[in-house]
């Protein structure tokens, strides 16, 4: 059974950077599917915000591109995503999902709450 788990910190101060990290265990992000990036602020549905490939590519939700980067390190078969200048908007569930295409995901972690605020 494949398991994502998210970590990182649960308060980010408005303008600081967003890092959570992804770890992934029963199966390698290294050889296949996409490896996402998915949240819901409250009150609101799923937004996804990008993913990275097996092969290394990135893909990012246009709306937040200019803030995000999605990277991963192969030898703890971990990503991680960086959301830079962080507003309270940007609270929300972040969650990381597997999937065979940018818009299916299979398995997901159970989320972590990140709000941001002073």
């Known amino acids: 059974q494949v398991q994502l788990q998210e970590s990182g910190p649960g308060l980010v101060k408005p303008s600081q950077t967003l890092s959570l990290t992804c770890t992934v265990s029963e199966d390698s992000i290294t050889t296949s599917y996409y490896w996402n990036w998915i949240r819901q602020p409250p009150g609101k549905g799923l937004e996804w915000m990008g993913a990275i490939h097996y092969s290394g590519s990135t893909y990012y939700s246009p709306s937040l591109k200019s803030r995000t980067s999605i990277s991963r390190d192969t030898s703890k078969n971990q990503f991680t995503l960086q959301l830079s200048s962080v507003a309270p908007e940007d609270t929300a569930i972040y969650y990381c999902?597997?999937?065979?295409?940018?818009?299916?995901?299979?398995?997901w972690g159970q989320g972590t709450q990140v709000t941001v605020s002073s």
């Open positions: 999902a597997r999937g065979p295409s940018l818009n299916e995901y299979d398995y």
